[in-house]
């Protein structure tokens, strides 16, 4: 089983940063894949980015060369920078975990790009 706990959403003016986190219960090498999703009121839960257990990376079309997907793996997290944020961007961020068995979600960490 795996444990998610995200943090560091919040209010943010557009063009702003932002940096959530998404601390795991147990070694990222364990995990196939940590991707972050968001959803957007009355909108389908997305793929933001993720990054494997080999440390590839892919991100959403709409965020490539905005958003950085980074893990440490010391403290067992997955980060992921936003930057030069977009109204757009505006959703409930979750993390992800997939596994050989089956995949986790996290409670969701809301970000609000507003001026």
């Known amino acids: 089983q795996v444990q998610l706990v995200e943090s560091g959403g919040g209010l943010v003016q557009p063009g702003g940063s932002l940096r959530i986190s998404c601390a795991a219960s147990r070694s990222l090498f364990s995990i196939n894949a940590v991707g972050w999703y968001r959803q957007a009121p009355g909108k389908e839960r997305e793929l933001v980015a993720r990054i494997t257990s080999g440390n590839s990376i892919n991100y959403a079309d709409s965020v490539k060369g905005r958003f950085t997907i980074s893990r440490d793996i010391i403290r067992n997290t997955v980060y992921l920078q936003m930057n030069s944020l977009k109204p757009e961007d505006t959703a409930v961020y979750y993390c992800?975990?997939?596994?050989?068995?089956?995949?986790?979600w996290g409670q969701g960490t809301q970000v609000t790009v507003s001026s």
């Open positions: 992800n975990a997939i596994t050989t068995m089956t995949q986790y």
